[in-house]
């Protein structure tokens, strides 16, 4: 083999030696860093004991303390739209979810919303765009309260 072909050879093979080796770094960088999770919500200005009573029981007597739907906010199009939350529900633009949005940043299978113990949680599937509650993007089992908004693509739904 002519001595050029061999440096060249050579010279490919050390760049792909150097690019396998920024990778790993790459991967270990963020297993060492995970992403940072906001807040979901601020706490509550202090009130005083007897309004706060009169204003738990009002509040009981106005809304479960269990959500049991989901509600679309957005887009204007599906305003309105209600589904009751069950066990276990996947959301996805695939025909085999429970809830379908065919929607241009919706994953096939987006994400699931369960409940546990009267909780609600929200978990991503691996989605392309990532699934948020309350603007803050779900890592994880991610527990949604009653008011809460689920965004999965271009379609928020609120916890009812």
């Known amino acids: 083999m002519p001595e050029q072909l061999l440096t060249v050879l050579k010279l490919c093979l050390l760049a792909l030696l150097y690019l396998f080796f920024l990778r790993v770094l790459r991967a270990v960088w963020t297993e060492v860093n995970p992403p940072k999770v906001a807040p979901t919500r601020k706490p509550a200005a202090p009130v005083a004991p007897s309004t706060r009573a009169r204003r738990g029981a009002a509040r009981a007597r106005r809304k479960p303390a269990v959500p049991t739907r989901l509600v679309v906010v957005e887009p204007s199009a599906r305003v309105g739209a209600e589904f009751a939350l069950g066990p276990d529900l996947t959301v996805g633009r695939a025909p085999g979810c429970d809830l379908?949005?065919?929607?241009?940043?919706?994953?096939?299978?987006?994400?699931?919303?369960?409940?546990r113990d009267?909780?609600?949680?929200?978990?991503?599937?691996?989605?392309t765009n990532g699934t948020w509650v309350n603007g803050a993007r779900a890592v994880g089992q991610m527990p949604a309260r009653l008011g809460d908004r689920i965004q999965v693509g271009n379609v928020v739904m609120e916890v009812r």
């Open 100 to 115: 379908v949005f065919d929607e241009q940043y919706v994953s096939q299978v987006h994400t699931r919303i369960f409940s």
């Open 118 to 127: 009267g909780a609600v949680f929200v978990e991503d599937l691996g989605s």
